[in-house]
């Protein structure tokens, strides 16, 4: 199972980088897993909290992937309305099994003109997450394949809960992340 990790200007390092650690851990215990970022281009994007990260894939070059992770960021609707970017996302939004927001994420599938009617969102960006789509209460919505969250920790248990759905064994990355907050 392959899961990329969509970075964009200002995405939120806080929503990426325990995903990309919950697949490093389940990969390690034997889990047939592989995690990786993937941006327009392999140019540093600069994060939320401003670290600069590069992805290890330019969207032009990116293995197939299965799951899709779009961590929330300020620059999520003006990323969705590059044009390299909806010709990549329409070329593989048929194969994807399943697709995970974060914070902000509908705004993304809104403005590619995919954002579920109910969605979740991290109360900071209720305004305007509510131009694409009615803000739910809960904290995950899965409608179809697309699961919107309030980002953060919602959208690592929203993962997870997906892989264990697919068989995976997530006892050792709740194991690890538990000794976190001991």
Avoid: C
Avoid at 170 to 178: K, W
């Amino acid at each position: 199972m392959r899961i990329g990790v969509l970075l964009t200007m200002g995405f939120l390092e806080a929503e990426a980088a325990p995903v990309l650690d919950a697949v490093r851990i389940l990969r390690e215990a034997g889990a047939g897993i592989e995690g990786f970022t993937l941006a327009k281009s392999r140019h540093a994007l600069e994060g939320a909290a401003g670290t600069v990260w590069t992805a290890k894939y330019a969207l032009s070059a990116r293995p197939e992937l299965d799951l899709l992770v779009v961590p929330g960021s300020k620059g999520l609707a003006r990323a969705a309305r590059d044009l390299q970017i909806e010709l990549w996302f329409e070329e593989v939004w048929p194969r994807l099994e399943a697709v995970f927001l974060g914070a902000n994420g509908p705004v993304f599938l809104g403005e590619l003109g995919r954002a579920p009617r109910l969605v979740a969102a991290h109360p900071a960006y209720a305004d305007e997450v509510k131009r694409y789509a009615k803000l739910g209460h809960e904290t995950a919505y899965a409608v179809g394949k697309v699961t919107t969250t309030a980002g953060y920790l919602f959208l690592l248990g929203a993962l997870l809960d997906h892989l264990q759905s697919a068989g995976l064994d997530i006892e050792p990355v709740l194991g690890q992340m538990a000794l976190a907050f001991d």
